[in-house]
């Protein structure tokens, strides 16, 4: 088997401009975003935690938490769902 050593040093230049440039960016921290984590809760748009707009929407609609709730049984009968609940079991819940 005969290989171009013209191919291979490309292929070794092209190798090494991805490993000094990264397609993905993300900070020193590993975040993928340098927002930071003290606005977190604060943006009426953001979708979690407690005072987000799925918890807002599931507090006030019950069909929607009723259609989440048959959701979350679901995931309860799956080993996925299984191995969550006996660790949220032996941990002392979702605190």
Do not use: C, H
Request: hydrophobic share 35%.
């Amino acid at each position: 088997m005969a290989f171009d050593p013209k191919v291979i040093v490309q292929g070794n230049a092209d190798k090494q401009k991805l490993q000094e440039n990264p397609t993905v960016g993300f900070t020193a921290s590993g975040a993928s975003s340098p927002e930071p984590t003290q606005q977190l809760g604060k943006d009426p748009t953001r979708v979690a935690g407690p005072g987000g707009a799925f918890a807002l929407r599931m507090m006030q609609d019950p069909n929607f938490a009723q259609n989440i709730a048959g959701w979350r049984d679901l995931f309860a009968q799956s080993n996925q769902g299984m191995e969550f609940n006996q660790a949220i079991n032996q941990t002392g819940g979702m605190g």
